[in-house]
């Protein structure tokens, strides 16, 4: 039985969202406390994280306050160590499979998350880089992705690290924020969600990973919305 979780987050990351998506998934009982992270709390670096990052995750423990955390419980940080601790936890969750070889595959398709697709994605969204790079990132990942179903077939650890970042793009795309030609958002989402042409392996995956109730719980689209106005509009003034 696993023991207390606490789980520090803050709605506008997404790498915080990974872990919330995978406690989600496992319908693992826990306490969330939000981090302002423009005006984190003093005791949360020194208490929780060094790095003063989230998400971390406090196991076991005294059951005291989130912001009193206990020495006695065990500190936790970086999303994907999370998610799979979480998989570990709860393996009925299916986050992580026992198949060494689906293992393998899912943390391939990771390491290109990571690599290729939220890269290729920042770069285009501060102006840094044309739209074809992000494409070709893009089409990487197709090239990975099986004739049907999530990115190893079955819903995991691979899927819950891209659509963070997939969500946080379609909302900037269909407001036009960021850096990159004023109009060519809305049409850079139509052309990667449409299920025909050159992203249609993609697109009806994108759509399913959007569609997911796991994801839908732990996304404000509102609030991120608001937030990205704010930090993007003078992208290109
Ligand atoms: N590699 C870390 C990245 C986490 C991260 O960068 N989190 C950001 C928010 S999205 C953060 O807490 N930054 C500290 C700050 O804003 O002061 C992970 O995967 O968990």
Request: glycine share 6%; with cysteine.
């Amino acid at each position: 039985m696993p023991e207390r979780i606490v789980l520090y987050t803050a709605k506008i990351c997404p790498y915080a969202q990974r872990a919330e998506i995978a406690l989600a998934e496992a319908k693992a009982p826990h306490i969330q406390y939000q981090i302002d992270l423009q005006n984190k709390p003093e005791w949360y670096a020194p208490k929780v994280n060094p790095a003063s990052k989230v998400p971390a995750i406090a196991y076991g423990g005294p059951d005291v306050p989130p912001d009193q955390p206990s020495p006695e419980s065990v500190k936790l940080a970086e999303s994907l160590i999370l998610v799979e601790f979480i998989a570990d936890l709860f393996p009925d969750s299916g986050i992580l499979p026992a198949d060494p070889v689906l293992r393998a595959k899912a943390r391939f398709f990771v390491d290109g998350v990571s690599t290729k697709f939220v890269p290729a994605w920042q770069a285009y969204l501060q102006g840094k880089s044309p739209v074809e790079d992000f494409y070709k990132a893009v089409e990487y990942l197709q090239g990975l992705l099986p004739e049907q179903g999530y990115a190893i077939g079955r819903y995991s650890l691979a899927d819950i690290a891209l659509t963070p970042f997939l969500a946080r793009a379609r909302v900037a795309l269909l407001n036009d924020f960021g850096g990159y030609p004023q109009g060519e958002g809305p049409k850079v989402i139509e052309s990667l969600t449409s299920e025909s042409g050159r992203f249609a392996r993609i697109g009806k995956y994108f759509n399913d990973l959007l569609a997911r109730e796991s994801f839908k719980a732990t996304f404000d689209e509102g609030y991120i919305t608001e937030r990205y106005k704010a930090r993007f509009a003078d992208l290109r003034k």
